[in-house]
């Protein structure tokens, strides 16, 4: 069965720590990951995408990490900003299909 | 490049009312998907267009669920009659083609049933 596993489910942190989101999946054949921010009464907005051959990807403070093998992927914040407290979801697609399959996503909160 | 729009923000209803979702796509984008996010879940695919033709729906509560897209440009999605558990927020995206093009999210309608 494709699913998508996500956790936390929330994680409250200080400001200026850092903080990493573990997103594990059973989703195959496997195309790409996608981590998403979705701030309150928002739309999710990508933050990177990884395809089977990349190990990391890096959006200034947000790094993507992908262990195809194990089907894991890691979402690390660095020197958290207060601007950071949103839901982070991850998201697989499938090879040759429209299909995404959503984790039901990480309610990060950061606090001063 | 402006981007999703979807209109209104908030409904609230009382069960058994009717409801519509109006959501216009970057300019340019072929494809139209409608989700339903309920709290504290990922969004679940309603529906997907391609242009004005349906391509996926197979998620669809097509007993009181609709959407069109008539001219494959701006898309409705329309509840009739309500229930309880439609309350959620219900996500417009758009993406310029389908496979691994990203797709863009509107800001969503948060649904209330009463």
């Known amino acids: 069965k494709n699913q998508v596993e996500q956790s936390p489910q929330s994680l409250i942190i200080l400001e200026g720590k850092n903080c990493t989101l573990q997103c594990n999946y059973t989703v195959s054949p496997f195309s790409n990951l996608r981590w998403y921010k979705q701030d309150t009464g928002r739309g999710p907005v990508s933050l990177t995408i990884m395809t089977f051959s990349e190990n990391t990807k890096s959006n200034g403070r947000y790094t993507a990490t992908l262990d195809a093998d194990t089907k894991q992927s890691s979402l690390h914040i660095t020197a958290s900003q207060l601007s950071d407290s949103a839901s982070y979801i991850c998201?697989?697609?499938?090879?040759?299909?429209?299909?995404?399959?959503f984790g039901t996503g990480t309610r990060l909160t950061v606090i001063p | 490049e402006a981007g999703v729009a979807q209109s209104p923000r908030y409904k609230i209803i009382e069960k058994r009312q009717s409801v519509a979702f109006w959501c216009n796509p970057i300019s340019g984008h072929a494809t139209l998907y409608w989700y339903q996010q309920i709290l504290g879940q990922g969004p679940k695919l309603l529906i997907q267009f391609q242009n004005n033709g349906v391509v996926d729906d197979s998620q669809l509560p097509k007993d009181r669920f609709s959407a069109e897209r008539l001219k494959g440009v701006d898309s409705t999605l329309k509840i009739q009659p309500a229930k309880l558990e439609d309350s959620a927020v219900y996500l417009c995206a758009s993406s310029h083609g389908t496979g691994a093009n990203e797709q863009f999210f509107g800001p969503g309608t948060r649904l209330t049933v009463l």
């Open positions: 998201v697989v697609r499938i090879t040759g299909a429209n299909n995404l399959f």
